[in-house]
C-alpha cells in the first residue's frame, strides 16, 4: 500500500506490476462502502490483471479504505472523486489507460472520461445500466445518509440499504463519512455529455441487478457503446463473478464487436 497526498487529502493506492513487461494500464474504481482490498484484491481481479500483463492501478476512494474520512458532505462529489483519480494518475506518471468502475465507481469513471478524454483508452462501467437517468426518489440520499448514521441497523426498514450497512460494517468502514459521502451534491451526468465520449465503452450489469437497470440501454447512449447482461448475478454478487471478468477481459482484447478492433492497443 502507498498513500498520496492528491488534491490536498490523503488517498490510498496499489500499484501492482504484472509478472512480465506491462502490456498496459487500468485504473480500479470502488463502489460505495466499499474499498480497493475489497473490491478488487479479494474478488481476484488484481490476480486476474496480473495474469494478462496488465499494471493495476487501484484507489480507496474518498470517505473509503484509508483515505481521508471527512464527515463533511462538501468534500465528496463526484467531481471531486475525478479529480483525486487523474491526480493519481499525474503522480505515477500515467497519461493514458483504461479505466474500470464499479457501482459508484462507474460515476466516478464517467467523470474521468469527461474530464479527461484523451487519458481513457476504454471506459468499462459496473454495475449499472438505464437507471442511471432515472430521477433519484424523494429521499433517498437521506435514506442512504441515515441508514449509515443509525445507531441499531436492524431499524433500517429498506432491504437494499440495510445491505450496504452491513456491508459497510464488515468492511469496518467510517459510517460518517459514508454518511457525508452519500449526502454529497453532484450533479446528473447528462445523457448529452456522455454521447461525446467517443473511446469504446462497455456496460454490463447483472439480470438480477436492481440497482442497475438495462445495460444496453446505457452503452446505446455512447457511440461506440455495448452492453452485456450478465444471467444469475445481482449487484452484490457480480463483482467476483468469473463471467464479469471474462466480459471484461473479451472488451479489452476487442472481442465482443467486429467494430472496436483499430482502437485496441
Not at 9 to 24: E, H, L, N
Request: proline fraction near 5%; charged fraction near 25%.
Amino acid at each position: 500500500m502507498a498513500n498520496a497526498i492528491l488534491n490536498g487529502v490523503s488517498i490510498a493506492f496499489d500499484d501492482i506490476p504484472p509478472a512480465g513487461p506491462a502490456q498496459r494500464t487500468i485504473l480500479l474504481l470502488h463502489g460505495f462502502a466499499s474499498n480497493r482490498n475489497e473490491g478488487w484484491k479479494r474478488t481476484g481481479w488484481y490476480s486476474a490483471f496480473e495474469r494478462r500483463g496488465i499494471r493495476t492501478l487501484a484507489l480507496d476512494q474518498r470517505g473509503h479504505g484509508e483515505s481521508m474520512k471527512s464527515h463533511d458532505s462538501a468534500d465528496y462529489g463526484r467531481e471531486h472523486m475525478a479529480a483525486d483519480a487523474l491526480a493519481l494518475l499525474d503522480h505515477l506518471g500515467v497519461g493514458r489507460c483504461d479505466v474500470f468502475g464499479y457501482s459508484m465507481g462507474t460515476r466516478t469513471a464517467m467523470q474521468v472520461a469527461l474530464d479527461a478524454p484523451d487519458r481513457v483508452s476504454n471506459l468499462m462501467l459496473g454495475g449499472i445500466g438505464s437507471k442511471l437517468f432515472d430521477p433519484r426518489p424523494a429521499g433517498s440520499v437521506e435514506a442512504m445518509a441515515e441508514a449509515m448514521s443509525a445507531e441499531d441497523p436492524a431499524n433500517i426498514k429498506t432491504e437494499m440499504l440495510k445491505s450496504f450497512r452491513q456491508f459497510a460494517d464488515e468492511q469496518g468502514e467510517d459510517r460518517m463519512a459514508l454518511a457525508a459521502c452519500s449526502a454529497a451534491d453532484s450533479a446528473p451526468l447528462a445523457r448529452d455529455a456522455l454521447g461525446t465520449l467517443t473511446m469504446p465503452v462497455l456496460v454490463v450489469a447483472g439480470r438480477h441487478d436492481e440497482l442497475a437497470g438495462d445495460p444496453d440501454e446505457l452503452a446505446a447512449v455512447f457511440p461506440r457503446g455495448k452492453g452485456v447482461t450478465l444471467p444469475g448475478c445481482d449487484h452484490f454478487s457480480a463483482i467476483p463473478h468469473g463471467l464479469l471478468k471474462a466480459t471484461v477481459f473479451d472488451f479489452l482484447d476487442g472481442m465482443l464487436d467486429d467494430d472496436f478492433p483499430d482502437n485496441y492497443r
